[in-house]
């Protein structure tokens, strides 16, 4: 058994990924905090302006979430009016107000704002090729 002393956190997926993760988030929510929005809420309400009648188990499969989580999500949005839901038969769909309309368009310039210094950071390439494999990765431990 190895000695707790020795272990490599370099090499250590699990302790790397939520490194990242948590370094990320953090800058993302610091990028939309003047909005007063999380990064989630921002990028659920990005997600919803972009496709208006979107129901949620569609979002929560986009964001890898689980439903209940999109629908904790959403009642925050609904609670600061920036988007409504409606009953459609057994389905609901969601929409943005149009404050909703307004805070994602500023949203998307924030996004691409987060993502074009991210790339100046980090490099263009190497951004998409962490971004694809990540994905990937994502996609195959789902399906598994």
Not at 28 to 48: C, K, M, N, R
Not at 118 to 124: A, D, V
């Amino acid at each position: 058994m190895a000695d707790e002393r020795d272990l490599d956190l370099s090499q250590n997926l699990f302790f790397l990924a939520g490194a990242l993760s948590r370094e990320l988030s953090y800058q993302a929510d610091e990028a939309f905090a003047s909005v007063g929005l999380s990064s989630s809420h921002a990028l659920l309400l990005l997600l919803i302006h972009r496709d208006p009648g979107v129901q949620p188990g569609a979002l929560a499969n986009k964001l890898h979430l689980k439903p209940s989580t999109i629908t904790r999500l959403v009642q925050k949005l609904e609670r600061r009016e920036l988007v409504e839901k409606e009953s459609q038969g057994r389905a609901t769909a969601i929409s943005c107000t149009g404050k909703g309309i307004r805070m994602a368009e500023r949203i998307s310039e924030q996004w691409q704002e987060l993502l074009q210094g991210k790339q100046e950071e980090l490099g263009e390439r190497y951004v998409s090729v962490l971004s694809e494999m990540i994905s990937k990765a994502l996609d195959t431990m789902e399906n598994s």
